[in-house]
């Protein structure tokens, strides 16, 4: 595989349905060979995501204080929201297809990425995602979170990897309907504030080592991947949100490979 186009929301929390509408789109594209592989890296509204596996008893009792909306996706209940990296790689899968290996690089690239910040993660067996291990704090405790779809040799959904979001929303729900571990943040495990911002360069060049890509770009208008028609508000938001980071990249004349 040559190159992996990458598309950041930047700082404004984008709404589920409506990062869910271009995931679609773009998916589409892909399947058709319109488009290149490709991610789309972004902090969502909080929400509660329920996937197919979710049981009536892990889902929030009364007010939850944010949507719970059901999802395509495998996989339990989960929150997404700021503070958290979540991507959507949008790619095709070599045949014969392999979910299994590909939940496995999704893993490493968070594994590599939380090393990178001093947090040594392990994988689970049993339970995807990326976690610390047990110690004197509790017990295991994940970091990382994964929830992927295959539809047409194409994936769809992907990861979550916890920055410094409010740990709080998950006493409302049982994530991934896993009862006797917890969840954390990069933040909570270094006693620093480590931000989306921060965490999503290097998350970027890893996720694109370990899928196998020789090189990544950026691509700055969400239209190039997704296509006509947008809803009204979907694309001048998505391109509004992009422009500092345009700004940004075309004064520090970045390259577009990073590896």
Not at 98 to 119: K, Q, W
Not at 120 to 126: F, P
Not at 231 to 245: G, I
Request: glycine letters at 10%.
């Amino acid at each position: 595989m040559s190159e992996l186009a990458y598309f950041e929301f930047g700082a404004t929390p984008v709404e589920y349905r409506e990062a869910w509408d271009l995931q679609r789109r773009v998916h589409a594209r892909r399947v058709a060979d319109e488009v290149p592989d490709s991610c789309l890296l972004l902090e969502h509204e909080p929400v509660y995501t329920a996937g197919k596996r979710t049981a009536v008893s892990d889902r929030p009792f009364g007010d939850p204080g944010a949507p719970v909306i059901d999802v395509d996706r495998g996989g339990k209940i989960t929150w997404h929201g700021p503070g958290q990296l979540t991507g959507y790689p949008i790619i095709k899968l070599r045949e014969p297809l392999d979910v299994v290996a590909y939940v496995r690089a999704l893993e490493e690239a968070m594994i590599r990425t939380c090393a990178e910040f001093g947090v040594s993660t392990v994988r689970v067996a049993g339970r995807s995602g990326t976690w610390v291990p047990g110690d004197e704090r509790g017990p295991d405790r994940k970091v990382g979170a994964i929830g992927a779809r295959v539809a047409r040799g194409a994936t769809m959904h992907g990861f979550a990897l916890n920055a410094d979001c409010d740990l709080s929303w998950y006493d409302r729900i049982v994530p991934c309907g896993i009862r006797d571990a917890g969840t954390t943040t990069l933040s909570a495990e270094t006693g620093r504030d480590i931000t989306v911002v921060q965490v999503m360069p290097v998350m970027k060049r890893h996720l694109a080592d370990v899928l196998g890509y020789r090189s990544w770009r950026h691509v700055y208008d969400v239209g190039v991947l997704a296509g006509p028609p947008l809803e009204a508000t979907a694309l001048p938001r998505a391109r509004q949100a992009a422009a500092p980071r345009r700004e940004a990249a075309t004064t520090a004349a970045a390259p577009t490979a990073a590896r």
